[in-house]
């Protein structure tokens, strides 16, 4: 039987380097890893082929092989790679040396090892210390050491040929991205310019130069008898002009550019072109029931994610920096925000903190509760200092079985513990809101 030593047009597989491999990567921390192989110098007999090219945490269970012009017959997966602390255990009754810290070193046969001890017998004694006083232990030579794990094939070559090629597609954690955006505000035009980009990182032991990456959004159920369906990722969607295709219910971003992710680093790209979007600047201010406090307003953006506002792309969740465009043409940063999955035509609403010069008061005038009732009066005052209007969202929150009475403004019930106050307040003015709240039980 002839054994074949994997090529993958390349010479360097000593440096655990992956070629031209197509990766398609989870939230979670997984990867689907499509890799071409090659194998050369092949007969028409019976082979067995072998590939050692894995990253640390590929998952076991799940690599497969694909040929182009043989069928594969078995498959094994060693993964009995050299450890030296689980190896211990193979030198039971075997003669070592030991070397303590600060101490001589002493030889003996090894009668027990445990996760913090280990025991030797001497001539005469025998002594048991500490795997943590270890400064050395000197063993004879392991044989058949394995340092990497490694795939195994046998396989029937179809017809004289002198290469075997095909693909081996696998999972393995290592791998992981997450979204990051950037919102530039143009104040002078009220609109903004919003760059959607994706940080990939490489955790994993294996350089993969000449990568096609695929990013996933959406959280797949990794559970027990629910793998990926790999035979069906393998396989891309037919991609938009956006780079994005659809998985299921999951979508796929496709990155138009191979890449290089050499391990332990962390590459960022552009998920879309940027965009110039509008949006809505809403000042916001919440309380509950019986509270009062004075304080800035928080600073809300809501940005509708529609074909009319140049986008209606699906947004990944992730983090986004909030910046504004200065009249001498320099950016300064005002905030940042997490945003969830954003659907197309939902809207994503984002927050830069506090506002400086947007101020609201709340004062409970009245309150009076009886055996049967309770009842409180809310006065709510917004000072907006700025030199333009304001547009103010007031959040009240109520709880039980309540009414409202003698409010001086138009609300809206938003659910059965939540009313909103939508005013405008003119520059460097105020504007009050009062409205008085009802409880009555049995």
């Known amino acids: 039987m002839k ?64 040929l182009e012009n043989a069928n594969v017959l078995i498959q094994s997966f060693n993964k009995d790679v050299f450890h030296f602390s689980d190896r211990l255990y193979d030198y039971l009754g075997t003669k070592v040396e030991i070397k303590l810290i600060n101490s001589n070193d002493m030889t003996g046969t090894l009668i027990e090892v445990t996760d913090k001890t280990l025991t030797i017998q001497r001539r005469r004694s ?72 994706a940080s990939i990182n490489n955790d994993s032991n294996i350089n993969f130069e000449n990568a096609a990456v695929s990013l996933v959004e959406g959280k797949l159920n990794m559970g027990r008898g629910s793998d990926i369906p790999l035979k069906s990722l393998s396989n891309k969607s037919t991609i938009s002009p956006s780079g994005r295709s659809e998985l299921g219910d999951y979508h796929i971003f496709n990155i138009d550019t191979d890449m290089s992710l050499i391990t332990k680093e962390t590459i960022v790209t552009r998920l879309y ?46 983090e986004i920096q909030i910046y504004q465009l200065l009249d001498n043409g320099s950016i300064e940063f005002i905030g940042k925000d997490q945003i969830n999955q954003i659907p197309r035509n939902e809207t994503a609403n984002i927050s830069s903190g506090k506002a400086f010069d947007v101020l609201g008061s709340r004062t409970v005038l ?53 009313i909103h106050f939508i005013i405008s307040v003119p520059k460097e003015s105020s504007r009050t809101i009062t409205y008085t709240f009802r409880k009555e039980w049995k």
Not at 6 to 18: G, N, P, R, T
Not at 29 to 40: H, T
């Open 126 to 197: 025998l002594i048991s210390f500490n795997r943590d006083r270890v400064d050395y232990i000197n063993v004879p030579s392991a044989d058949n050491v394995q340092f990497k794990p490694t795939l195994k094939w046998t396989i029937e070559v179809e017809q004289e040929a002198d290469t075997i090629a095909g693909n081996l597609t696998y999972l393995s954690s290592g791998f992981s991205w997450n979204a990051n955006y950037r919102f530039i505000i143009n104040p002078r035009i009220n609109e903004a310019q919003f760059i959607a980009e």
């Open 3 to 66: 054994h074949l030593i994997a090529i993958l047009f390349f010479f360097s597989a000593s440096f655990s380097q992956s070629l031209y491999a197509n990766l398609t990567i989870y939230k979670d921390g997984q990867a689907l890893i499509k890799q071409p192989v090659f194998w050369e110098d092949v007969d028409s007999d019976q082979n067995v082929i072998i590939w050692d090219v894995l990253p640390k945490g590929i998952v076991y269970s799940s690599p497969f092989l694909s």
């Open 273 to 318: 072109p940027s965009r110039n979007v509008s949006f809505n600047k809403t000042y916001i201010f919440e309380n509950e029931e019986k509270g009062q406090k004075e304080e800035p307003l928080s600073v809300e953006y809501d940005i509708p994610n529609t074909s009319e506002n140049n986008l209606g792309l699906p947004l990944p969740k992730g």
């Open 366 to 418: 009245n309150y009076d509760r009886q055996q049967k009732s309770e009842e409180a009066s809310i006065s709510i005052t917004i000072k907006n200092l700025k030199m333009e209007p304001a547009d103010v969202r007031l959040v009240e929150h109520i709880y039980g079985d309540w009414v409202i009475r003698n409010a001086s403004s138009d609300y809206r019930k938003v659910d059965a513990s939540t």
